[in-house]
Nanobody, 124 residues
Framework: QVQLVESGGGLVQAGGSLRLSCAAS????????MGWFRQAPGKEREFVAA????????YYADSVKGRFTISRDNAKNMVYLQMSSLKPEDTAVYYC?????????????????WGQGTQVTVSS
């Protein structure tokens, strides 16, 4: 059983930056691919970014490509989402997730464990 705890959310002005962190415990972290998803009020949860077990492969939603960077530190059991050039439409609850599998990482059904989420609010 893997536990995931997100942190780093908050209120930021448009154009600003935030770094989200996700701390993992209870499993062998390096065995899991990791992803970030988000859900805005009244909308479905959507894929943001994912990274494979080693950190050597990353994947992004088109809406965040070039602005967000996902990374992981297997020695610290941490995954990060560096968000820059934030827009009001990035406002959402951001969730960290862990996947045992290696495929279809853009789909939330591929993930086995989820954190509770952290709120990101971008003001215009």
């Amino acid at each position: 059983q893997v536990q995931l705890v997100e942190s780093g959310g908050g209120l930021v002005q448009a154009g600003g930056s935030l770094r989200l962190s996700c701390a993992a415990s209870g499993g062998i972290f390096s065995r899991y691919a990791m992803g970030w998803f988000r859900q805005a009020p009244g909308k479905e949860r959507e894929f943001v970014a994912a990274v494979n077990w080693s950190g050597g492969s990353t994947y992004y939603a088109d809406s965040v490509k070039g602005r967000f960077t996902i990374s992981r530190d297997n020695a610290k059991n941490m995954v990060y989402l560096q968000m820059s050039s934030l827009k009001p439409e990035d406002t959402a609850v951001y969730y960290c997730a862990a996947a045992i599998g290696v495929d279809y990482l853009k789909y939330d059904s591929s993930y086995d464990y989820w954190g509770q989420g952290t709120q990101v609010t971008v003001s215009s």
